[in-house]
């Protein structure tokens, strides 16, 4: 399968606990994008790389989330000290700069659930 | 505030029937919009993209619209089938937003045998 894959699809977890989640983009894709969706509600932008740099973060990004693009290839999603409110679907998308259209592609999410 | 709204919020229509799902957004200096389709936990499936000089797109039993003047983008589904219950979301990417997909609430769709 040659599209965006993310792991874990499911996490459950204790308010306090650290977390993380990680997406693996199209191969040829150099942009790569987080997404959280709570129940009923369109997705919200978190965050966007270009290869390994992050050039965009989004407000809803506080101080306990942190993400990273190593080497311009797979991206990890970094949530310390859950809380409740962190329970949401984690959504990553890759899409390629070469193009006009700078379509995205989504991946199946991981599920976080905090108890 | 640059906004994306999907009305109505729900939709259930019977089979045959066709679909017509409306998107409206604030900020007329769009570059592109997407449409997706999500079932119930699942990621997102692009269906069409439509760029900012287009003024709609076609894929099988499906055809997008935009008119940037009037912040408006319609999505109409042809002959609809059970097949295509779901929840339809547009995202609007914006010139001035950068890279970021602003998205809709959706629209959750039931198609009745």
């Known amino acids: 399968d040659t599209g965006v894959s993310q792991n874990p699809r499911h996490k459950i977890t204790k308010r306090g606990q650290n977390v993380t989640f990680r997406c693996d983009p199209i191969?040829?894709?150099?942009?790569l994008y987080w997404y959280r969706q709570t129940l009923g509600q369109g997705p919200e932008f978190l965050t966007y790389f270009q290869n390994e740099a992050q050039l965009e973060k989004s407000r809803l990004l506080s101080d306990r989330f942190s993400a990273e693009r190593p080497k311009g290839s797979f991206s990890t999603l970094e949530i310390q000290r859950t809380e409740q409110g962190d329970s949401a679907m984690y959504l990553c998308?890759?899409?390629?700069?070469?193009?006009?259209?700078?379509?995205?592609?989504f991946g199946p999410g991981t599920r976080l659930t905090v108890t | 505030k640059q906004e994306v709204t999907q009305i109505p919020a729900a939709l259930s229509v019977p089979e045959g029937e066709n679909l017509v799902l409306n998107c409206s957004f604030t900020?007329?200096?769009?570059?592109?919009l997407q449409w997706f389709r999500q079932d119930p936990g699942k990621g997102l499936t692009s269906l069409l993209l439509i760029q900012s000089s287009q003024r709609e797109q076609t894929s099988g039993r499906l055809n997008a619209s935009l008119d940037k003047s009037s912040g408006r983008s319609t999505l109409y589904i042809a002959a609809s089938q059970p097949g295509d219950s779901a929840t339809y979301l547009c995202?609007?990417?914006?010139?001035?937003?950068?890279?970021?997909?602003?998205f809709g609430g959706g629209t959750r769709v039931l198609v009745k045998p």
């Open positions: 998308a890759s899409s390629y700069s070469g193009t006009s259209s700078y379509e995205q592609y």
């Open positions: 191969s040829e894709h150099n942009r």
């Open positions: 900020d007329s200096a769009i570059y592109n």
């Open positions: 995202a609007r990417r914006s010139k001035a937003a950068g890279n970021k997909l602003t």
